[in-house]
Structures are given as C-alpha cells and as structure tokens.
C-alpha cells in the first residue's frame, strides 16, 4: 500500500514539505515512479539482463530505491546507503545509462506533475552522469609500452 502524503516520514520536515507543495510530488508518487520504472527497466532488452543478473529478491531492492528517491526528491534523509559502490563494477557504457534515462524520464512524465517530473529528472540525469563517471574511473587502464 502506497505511503500516506500526509504522513511522510522526514529528518528534515519543514524542507520536505516545501518541496512537496513545489513539485506536486509525494512518497506515493515516487513509490509509483519507481515501482512503474523497474517494471519497465526489467522488462527492457538492453537493461533486463543486467539488473537480472544481480537482483534475485526485488522487494527490498524496489524499498531501497524508494527511499533513495525520497531521500533525493524530498530530502526525507530516509536513504542510508551508499550508490557508488554499488554501482562502479557493472558491465556498462554510456549507451545503457541513456536507456535508463529514457525510461525514466517516460515514467517520470506518466507518472509525476510536470513540475515534480521535471525536478527528478534534473536529478536523475545528474546521477546518470556522476555514476557514469565513476564506472569509468574504476574500469582497469592499460599504460601503453614505449618499449
């Protein structure tokens, strides 16, 4: 059962609150947006078989990214973890990270005001971008030999 709006759950109250009245967004909303975007993820040719390889139980992983999402929408602070990590040794390139950004920034316009579907897409592409980043750095360099 979806999260009541008024009953958000946030370390920072008074910041949640303002940007729930800005963006139209709520903790149902983004467990709507993540819930529809996973299915869609799953369901998807390119990303599928990535996200099939490593998750077997998609019940805590679907909480853990509500919470995630709330913690970056909403700033409830209810996100504990730590992405990079998570993230830096998958077998991806640019390519599958603009798929996730297509999927959600159709999920997010489905499922979100225009104005909260905006703002986490702004964020989505910014994560995109940073975990992008980190994949790179962490793939193995070869120095050439000058021999």
């Known amino acids: 059962m979806p999260p ?7 370390a920072r109250p008074q910041i ?4 729930m009245a800005r963006t139209g967004l709520s903790e149902a909303k983004l467990a709507d947006l993540v819930h529809r975007f996973y299915d869609k993820v799953r369901a998807d040719a390119l990303l599928g078989p ?3 390889a490593r998750i077997s139980d998609w019940g ?8 995630f999402w709330s913690s970056v929408a909403l700033m409830t602070g209810r996100y ?12 991806v ?16 316009m489905e499922t979100c005001p225009p104005e909260g579907a905006a703002y986490v897409v702004d964020r989505a592409e910014r994560i ?20």
């Open 16 to 19: 949640t609150a303002e940007l």
């Open 80 to 91: 504990h973890g730590a992405p990079m990590p998570a993230h830096v040794g998958l077998p």
């Open 50 to 52: 990535i996200f099939d």
């Open 93 to 108: 390139e640019w390519h599958h990270f603009e798929r996730w950004l297509a999927l959600f920034r159709e999920t997010a």
């Open 128 to 147: 995109a971008r940073s975990l992008h980043m980190a994949v790179e750095e962490a793939k193995p360099r070869t120095v050439p030999s000058f021999v």
């Open 60 to 67: 805590p992983h679907l909480e853990r990214m509500v919470a």
């Open 4 to 10: 009541d709006e008024s009953a958000t759950l946030s």
